[in-house]
């Protein structure tokens, strides 16, 4: 199986999200508990994101404000139109 190619303790399984899922499965933790870790360390893991994307001077949008930034960084002077993805 698995445990035959790969070692548990390498980075991968180590890594955000598997670390719970490889404790479920070699050490028997309690597959509720390991989804409630997973979603915590999710929950954490945004809770970081967005306080550097706040030091970085981004602010939220909306999704209108996605489209428009997408199409300002993408479409405008788009050199190639045969390739371009804009309208």
Known sequence: GLLALWDP???????FCYRHMVAHVL????LDEAIRLTARD???LARKQRGWARNMGWVPTDHDGVL???DRAFCSGSENKKLSPCP
């Open 42 to 44: 999710t929950r954490k």
């Open 9 to 15: 303790r390498e980075k991968p399984f180590r890594s």
């Open 68 to 70: 428009r930034a997408a």
């Open 27 to 30: 050490e028997n933790l309690d």
